[in-house]
């Protein structure tokens, strides 16, 4: 069953730490999506991958870096947390001119 | 100007009536639109997705988009308690280069009221 797959689903974690958020698809799909939601608020695009290799960063500016060595494979990583980084990460997936897909989601907790 | 613009609401409707959502984009070349709902707390689900000029209907949903005009609306017939949600709308404007990423709007905060 083609599916997209967020680890971990909730993560607290402490100030300075790194941390790898992991989304893998079994769709197919060339364009990837991480997006960033505050409880109640809209949601804000952080990074984008139109294919392997291909990257770009969204509309809301992050300290976060992504890649995209796999077609299958987007991880987000923060290389030093903050309480700021405090937030809902959503992993999504499309392709051509069709929508997109979501996953469950990690809420993260930086304390 | 955001590329894609929803009255944030809440908008607020009695069970039993119908609820209008609207959506403008900027986009002339937008190719693609869908709505999603999102309850709080979960990720955004597909409920709609339109094409072309019109009307399309799908149980107590209906989108209709108008190219012209550059807007897309979704009605909810019959509007229940548990349609009270976040509605987003997306658009797609990606033709030639299948680099362009979905764009969503801010949502409207749809309530029901019993």
């Not at chain 1, 300075?16 to 109640?40: A, F, N, R, V």
């Not at chain 1, 290799?53 to 987007?74: A, M, P, Q, W, Y």
């Not at chain 2, 002339?28 to 999102?38: E, H, K, M, P, V």
Request: glycine residues 8%; contains cysteine; negative net charge.
């Amino acid at each position: 069953e083609a599916d997209i797959y967020q680890t971990p689903r909730y993560l607290v974690i402490g100030t300075g730490k790194k941390i790898t958020l992991e989304c893998s698809q079994t769709m197919g799909h060339d364009k990837m999506y991480w997006y960033q939601q505050d409880p109640g608020m809209e949601l804000h695009l952080i990074h984008y991958s139109y294919g392997v290799n291909s990257t770009e960063k969204g509309d809301l500016s992050s300290e976060s870096t992504v890649s995209r060595i796999r077609t299958e494979h987007f991880p987000l990583t923060l290389e030093s947390a903050r309480p700021s980084h405090t937030s809902q990460y959503l992993c999504a997936t499309s392709t051509g001119g069709s929508p997109a897909f979501f996953g469950q989601g990690t809420r993260l907790t930086v304390v | 100007q955001k590329e894609v613009e929803q009255n944030s609401g809440p908008l607020s409707v009695p069970e039993g009536a119908i609820a209008s959502l609207n959506c403008t984009y900027s986009d002339r070349g937008s190719q693609s639109f869908f709505w999603y709902r999102q309850y709080s707390g979960k990720s955004p689900e597909l409920i709609m997705s339109i094409y072309s000029n019109g009307d399309k209907e799908d149980g107590r949903f209906t989108a209709q988009l108008n190219k012209a005009s550059q807007y897309v609306s979704l009605l909810i017939r019959d509007s229940q308690p548990s349609d009270s949600a976040t509605y987003l709308c997306a658009v797609n404007g990606d033709s030639d280069t299948g680099r362009r990423a979905l764009t969503f709007g801010s949502g409207t905060r749809l309530q029901v009221q019993p």
